[in-house]
Structures are given as C-alpha cells and as structure tokens.
Antibody, heavy 118, light 111 residues
Framework: EVQLVESGGGLVQPGGSLKLSCAAS????????MDWVRQASGKGLEWIGR??????????AYAASLKGRFIISRDDSQNTAYLQMNSLKTEDTAVYYC?????????WGQGTLVTVSS | QPVLTQSSSASASLGSSVKLTCTLSSGHSTYIIAWHQQQPGRAPRYLMS???????NKGSGGPDRFSGSSSGADRYLTISNLQSEDEADYYCETWDSDTRVFGGGTKLTVL
C-alpha cells in the first residue's frame, strides 16, 4: 500500500524558515517523481514544485511565483522528500501535501499545516 | 502554460447522475488531465487520468460509478447513482515538462 506521511508543519513567524518532510513507503521511491502541492484554507490546490528521480538527474521545477524561496530535495536512502521554505510570508499559510507523480499526481499524503503568523 | 477552467459549483439529486466539466485553454486541447476528489476535511484523492480520446485509467479503489469522457478541449467526469459521500470538491489537473496546474475546483452538492 502506498503511503506518504508529511511532517514538520507548525507555527512560524514571518521571515522565518521551515523544512517539511515526506516519508514514503509501499512503492519504489527512488524511481518516482515527487511533487509538493499546497492549499490555503477554503481555497483550491496550488502546485509548488517537483523533483524527478536519479535517472532524470533529480531535476527540479517550481511554480514561478515561489521560485527562489522554496527548495525541494530528496534522500532516496531514507525514502524521504523534503520541502525547504524560506522567507515565509503570511500568505504561505496552508496545508502542504506531498504527492507521488507518474505523469499525473496519483497518490497524496494526508497533509501538514503550516501557519505563518507573528 | 495550460490553464484549466471549472465551474465553481454543481448540484444533483441522490441517485441521479452528474457530469462535471474541465476545459483546457486554447492550444492545449490534446492534453491529458487527471481528476481528483476532495471530501470535506480530507486530503485529495486521485480518481483517474483522462486522454483527449476519451480513454481513461482509474486509480485503485475508485468506485465504478465514476467515468470519464472527452470532447475537444473539454474533459468530463460523470458520477452515476450519486451517493451522499460523493459530496466533495473535484479538481482537474494537467501538466507539461516543467509545470503542473490545477483547475479551480467544482464543489458538488448532493441534494
């Protein structure tokens, strides 16, 4: 059974940093691309970015609006993907989802809440 | 980059059928999309991927009541024999080499 479990969310002050983790199991993590998607309360889904597999040179891509502040990485030995978020703003407050992608997103984690507030 | 357009809301009666629409922007009418369901208070769940031909590939565990179809730039999700648990937000998704986009979502109310 595919499982994606996010952790690391919480309360952070504006301008601060936070690193989210996504622990994966039930599939060959090293061969899969992983994306991050967020959702502000009462709003729709917003794509953050993705990291491809080693076979695809761990290539990353990001939403233009977030590029430079957010960084996606992975550790295949730990079956874990990461989202490093810097210079956080109040509008970054959202539930953050880790997803597996095989062309489309085909599995979602349960999400972790990030609140940016003073 | 592609843009996906969805109606903000839809409603249908218990036991009836409903057809939700996702429209691809000009120049992107051949793109594959995916449909996702988000029940209240829960994470989204992948339902299916849907090609321009109308062929679709459902995710594991998805009810047989869900089906997909296509016409031009429009991609459809049809839910038959509506149940109360089908009341949810439905999002379409598409992608190209360096980006992924979601439609704004359709809130389905089961009457």
């Amino acid at each position: 059974e595919v499982q994606l479990v996010e952790s690391g969310g919480g309360l952070v002050q504006p301008g601060g940093s936070l690193k989210l983790s996504c622990a994966a199991s039930g599939f060959t993590f090293s061969g899969s691309a992983m994306d991050w998607v967020r959702q502000a309360s009462g709003k729709g889904l917003e794509w953050i970015g993705r990291i491809r597999s080693k076979a695809n040179s761990y290539a990353t891509a990001y939403a233009a609006s977030l590029k430079g502040r957010f960084i996606i990485s992975r550790d295949d030995s730990q079956n874990t993907a990461y989202l490093q978020m810097n210079s956080l703003k109040t509008e970054d407050t959202a539930v953050y989802y880790c997803t597996r992608t095989h062309s489309s997103v085909d599995y979602w984690g349960q999400g972790t809440l990030v609140t940016v507030s003073s | 980059q592609p843009v996906l357009t969805q109606s903000s809301s839809a409603s249908a009666s218990l036991g009836s059928s409903v057809k939700l629409t996702c429209t691809l922007s000009s120049g992107h009418s051949t793109y594959i999309i995916a449909w996702h369901q988000q029940q209240p208070g829960r994470a989204p769940r992948y339902l299916m991927s849907l090609e321009s031909s109308g062929d679709y590939n459902k995710g594991s565990g998805g009810p047989d009541r869900f089906s997909g179809s296509s016409s031009g730039a429009d991609r459809y999700l049809t839910i038959s024999n509506l149940q109360s648990e089908d009341e949810a937000d439905y999002y379409c998704e598409t992608w190209d080499s360096d980006t992924r986009v979601f439609g704004g979502g359709t809130k389905l109310t089961v009457l």
